[in-house]
């Protein structure tokens, strides 16, 4: 039984590295692609800004996703910073249209 409860840890710890961290990645660069439209930058340049961070954070959560303590947190932090984000990334284009 614990070992069930093992491999589902480290399972759920792998998809929350890979999928968890592209979600909040998403998000990431929705909202920052839309407010630095909305702060007047092109949407090229602020596309590309955006991207490169957005290839270190993803680094930063994927490795974090394993060494946290608490698996819960990091699906709660992941998912949920990433839809929150992209729901503001939204809130801002409909702001601007």
Do not use: N
């Amino acid at each position: 039984m614990a070992a069930t409860r093992s491999r589902w840890q480290v399972f759920s710890r792998i998809c929350a590295s890979t999928l968890g961290s592209y979600a909040f990645c998403w998000g990431f660069v929705a909202l920052g692609g839309a407010s630095l439209i909305a702060a007047g930058l092109e949407f090229h340049e602020a596309s590309s800004l955006v991207s490169m961070l957005a290839f270190l954070l993803y680094l930063t959560t994927f490795c974090w996703a394993f060494i946290a303590s608490s698996l819960a947190l990091v699906w709660g932090v992941l998912a949920w910073g990433g839809a929150l984000m992209a729901l503001a990334a939204w809130w801002i284009a409909r702001l601007m249209a």
